[in-house]
């Protein structure tokens, strides 16, 4: 539906007797001085007492833009129509700050801080006069951050997207957030462009407000709130500046004040079916390898089981359907026009891939949200029966480096199959030298070094790099390979980490390897030189090395010092899981709901 045009709902009028929590805060007969002290510093900004005391909702808006995080500053220019749509329907806006993600920012990594603005927005859901909220999304771990808070302390909800930034353009060619840096960084490699030439390629992909205009980790994870229910239908795709992307503003507003009437919570919706959708929706996106962990971080805080071979069992079978970098050939404007999530998940509705019972924040289940709805651009967005190519989902692999690692299958090109994986009567299989980087910087010092013997059949390991070691998690398995092999024309080799890559990225790394080194995983033990085989039709890889000495190697092993910045990265390491179980702080999962059994104002 066009946006300002969402379907009428079944809700329930009962405005008349609804008794919200912030009265709590704001008229509460039994304690007159701490609602004496709630009311006089709230009215003394825009608030007056008969709106505070009126019984009306206070709606949250939790604002992830500044200028920080430019990813996510267009939500500065949409405030005003979130709260134009907040009042219009009787509710009472109060807008506050998230603690910065800016991906393209953050050092050590971003992926650090997802869980800090988790923490720090269910403690101001918890403990503010907050009766519903509207969660702004955008930039890579914004969107998780702001679903895994609501999902815990388990509000009315809405995620609001910011939208992808226009189309970038170079030279006539479409140029995509991300994707032309691993292209740049190759052709500076190879000497055919210089240092002004790579700066202005890829400025020329942001040319205006929004987020990654790819299908990169932004707009898989706002087509994943969508796919959840978690938005109004279409909200996602929408480009930052588009009129569409400010009447989605208001109309977010508008609905939020109707699902705190209606009490329709982040638990009425985040169900195992919603789950189950969004991962069928990555699949056909092209999604990034970044949606597994923060699916699962969102998965957990709700109280869903989700495990991380879903991803294979449910999501692997999946054909591509969207034609967007890095993937495909477009970019966020062409996937706007072709009708967005809604055409996606409307081609696999049709197909009978999705549960449509599940209930969405519209307060409509999926079906009715998408009835009649298909792609009105069938190049750019796919029939289920015509995709760009079969089974586009992920790889969960296991053997002795790691428990699960995860393979992005969608994006392995033609001639890195015929490379690595089509020996034949060996399809699928591949067997390989290891060469071992201790880190990013260790990678950057040695991937010259002819030392090292890379050759176009070695397979890159990085290791250190996962949510404890790094800290964080961070985005640089897709190692390029050394100067020598890109000017032979070797784009790729295969590369495998703790760490994860950039949805950005067309590398069919494996990533995400849990346990990570640092806390004793298998590729804590292996050495460059050892053999590597990969077995993509048994989902397996392993170390060729003998048992005794694996075992051997295991009994040496001593866990490295791991040495923190700030006082986070020390509390975050302390805490932290691993990638498969979301990287959430293992604590924070066995907080469910408000604690109403604990009172104390
Ligand atoms: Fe912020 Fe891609 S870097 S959305
Ligand atoms: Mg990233």
Sequence with gaps: PEAGQQPETAMSDTRANKQFRSQEWFDNPNNPGMTALYLERYQNQEYTREELQGGKPVIGIANTGSDLAPCNKIHVFLMDRIKAGIRAAGGIPMEFPVHPIQET???????????????????????????????????????????????TVDLPAIALNGGPMLDGWWKGERAGSGTIVWESRRLLAEGKIDYEEFMSRVCSSAPSLGHCNTMGTASTMNAMAEALGMTLTGSSAIPAPFRERMAMAYETGKHIVRMTYDDLKPSDILSRAAFENAIIVNGAIGGSTNAPPHLQ?????????????????????????????????????????????????????????????????????????????????TDVIRPYDRPLREQAGFKVLSGNLFDSALMK????????????????????????????????????????????????????????????????????????????????????????????????????????????????????????????????????????????????????????????????????????????????????????RIRKDLPRD
């Design 297 to 377: 971080a969102i998965a957990r805080h709700a109280g869903v089981a989700l495990d991380v071979t879903d991803w294979e069992t449910i999501g692997f079978d999946v054909p591509l359907l969207v034609n967007m970098q890095p993937a495909g050939e477009y970019l966020g404007e062409s996937f706007f026009r072709a009708g967005g999530v809604p055409a996606v998940m409307g081609e696999l509705l049709k197909a009978g891939k999705l549960h449509e019972a599940a209930m969405t924040a519209t307060g409509n289940t999926m079906g009715v949200n998408l009835a009649g709805v298909e792609s009105v651009d």
């Design 105 to 151: 920012g953050k050092r050590p990594t971003a992926a650090l801080d997802r869980n800090l603005a988790y923490l720090s927005l269910v403690e101001v859901l918890h403990g503010y006069p907050i009766d519903g909220v509207v969660l702004t999304t955008g930039c890579d771990k914004t969107t998780p951050a702001m679903l895994m808070g609501a999902a």
């Design 409 to 592: 299958t969608s994006v392995i090109s033609e001639d890195f199959r015929q490379r690595f994986l089509s020996e034949p009567g060996q399809e699928g299989i591949y067997e390989a030298r290891a060469v071992v980087f201790e880190g990013p910087e260790d990678y950057h010092d040695r991937i010259n070094d002819a030392g090292l013997e890379i050759d176009e059949r070695s397979i890159l390991f990085v290791r250190n790099v996962g949510c404890v070691g790094y800290p964080g998690s961070a985005e640089v398995v897709n190692m390029q390979p050394p100067d020598a092999l890109l000017k032979q024309g070797i784009n790729h080799l295969p590369t495998v980490g703790d760490g994860r890559q950039s949805g950005t990225s067309e590398s069919p790394s494996i990533l995400n390897a849990s346990p990570e080194a640092v806390v004793g995983g298998g590729l804590a033990l292996l050495q460059t030189g050892d053999r590597v085989r990969l077995d993509l039709n048994a989902s397996r890889m392993d170390a060729l090395v003998d048992e005794a000495e694996w075992q051997a190697r295991r009994d040496a092993w001593e866990a490295p010092e791991i040495r923190s910045q700030t006082p986070w990265q020390e509390i975050y390491r302390r805490h932290v899981g691993q990638l498969a179980e979301g990287g959430c702080l293992e604590l924070a999962t066995a907080y469910q």
